[in-house]
C-alpha cells in the first residue's frame, strides 16, 4: 500500500495519504486477491489523473468527461444511420465474414454514450474497450495495405484517451446537457443519412462527414455558449470535440478537396462567433442581492 501511495505528487500525498491508506484498508478488508487488484489499479490510475491534472479538482478534467459523450454521440449517430446499409451488404466483400464485427460498433458506442450521460465511468471504460477491440478487428478485415490512417482511427484513439482520462467521481450529465447531446446525436445521424441516401448528382450533398459533423457541433457549440453564463466546461468539451472531427476531416484521400475546407470554414466561423458572447459579457464580483 505504501509504494502505491508513493506514486501521488508529494503534496497530494501529505493533504490525503492517511486517509486514502484508511480507505483502502477499508475497501480490501475480508475482500479477495481480485478485489484488491481492482483497488489497486484505481489507485495506480488516480495517481496518474493526478500527476497529469485530469481530476476532477482540475479544470481538464470535467472538460475531458464532457468531451467524451460529444465524441461518443457523433460517433454513434453516424455508425447506427449506417447500420442499415451494413446489414444489408451482409456477407459482401466489403465485410468478408466479419461483417457483425462492424455491426456491433454501434452497439458498443451507443451503450457507452448512455454510461458517460448517467456517471457510470467503470461500465463507459469497458464499453470503450469493447467498442476499440471491435473498431480494430474489423480495421483489419476492410483495410488495404499502405491505405495509411483513417479519420475513424484517430477519432478511436481519442475515444481511448478521453475515456482513460476522465475522472471517476463527476456527477451525471444535467439534463440540458442531455437534451444538447440528443440534439447532436441527431444532427450526426442526418449528416450520415444525407451522405448515404442523398442525390449524387449534385455536389452538395457530397460534404465530407467529419467535416459535416463538425458544422454540427459548432453549431452546438454557438446554442450552448450563448446559453450558458460563462465559459462553463460543456462549451469547452464541445470545442474540444469540433477540434477533433476537424483534425480527422483533413485524413484521408479527400483532405485536400473543397469538401473538407467548405464546412471547416463554416464550422470555424460559428466557433469565433460562439467565442464573441462570452468574452462580451461583463464579469461580476461578488454576489447579486
Not at 190 to 196: D, E, G, H, T
Request: glycine share 8%; proline share 7%.
Amino acid at each position: 500500500m505504501t509504494q502505491l501511495i508513493a506514486l501521488f505528487p508529494r503534496k497530494y500525498r501529505q493533504a490525503h495519504g492517511e486517509e486514502m491508506a484508511s480507505l483502502y484498508a477499508l475497501s480490501t478488508e475480508r475482500a479477495g486477491s481480485a478485489a484488491r487488484f481492482r483497488e489497486a489499479l484505481d489507485l495506480v490510475a488516480h495517481a496518474l489523473r493526478t500527476r497529469l491534472g485530469v481530476t476532477s479538482a482540475h479544470r481538464v478534467g470535467p472538460v475531458i468527461a464532457f468531451a467524451l459523450p460529444f465524441l461518443l454521440v457523433t460517433l454513434a449517430g453516424q455508425r447506427v444511420a449506417g447500420l442499415p446499409d451494413l446489414l444489408r451488404a451482409g456477407g459482401s466483400a466489403g465485410f468478408p465474414g466479419s461483417w457483425w464485427l462492424a455491426a456491433g460498433v454501434p452497439v458498443a458506442l451507443t451503450a457507452a454514450a448512455v454510461c458517460t450521460v448517467m456517471g457510470r465511468w467503470r461500465s463507459a471504460r469497458l464499453l470503450v474497450a469493447a467498442f476499440a477491440a471491435l473498431y480494430v478487428l474489423t480495421r483489419t478485415q476492410t483495410s488495404v495495405p499502405g491505405g495509411g490512417v483513417e479519420p475513424a482511427d484517430l477519432l478511436t484513439a481519442a475515444v481511448l484517451l478521453l475515456a482513460l482520462g476522465s475522472p471517476p467521481d463527476l456527477q451525471p450529465l444535467s439534463r440540458s446537457t442531455r437534451f444538447t447531446l440528443g440534439c447532436v446525436a441527431a444532427g450526426a445521424a442526418v449528416v450520415q443519412v444525407l451522405a448515404f441516401y442523398g442525390p449524387t448528382n449534385t455536389g452538395l450533398w457530397r460534404v465530407h462527414p467529419a467535416a459535416a459533423m463538425a458544422t454540427v457541433l459548432a453549431i452546438a457549440l454557438a446554442v450552448s455558449a450563448l446559453r450558458d453564463r460563462s465559459v462553463s466546461p460543456t462549451v469547452t468539451a464541445i470545442f474540444l470535440t469540433v477540434v477533433l472531427w476537424s483534425a480527422s476531416a483533413l485524413l484521408g484521400p479527400m483532405g485536400n478537396s473543397w469538401n473538407v475546407y467548405a464546412p471547416l470554414a463554416v464550422a470555424a466561423a460559428v466557433t469565433a462567433a460562439a467565442a464573441v458572447p462570452a468574452r462580451l459579457r461583463p464579469r461580476t464580483t461578488g454576489h447579486r442581492p
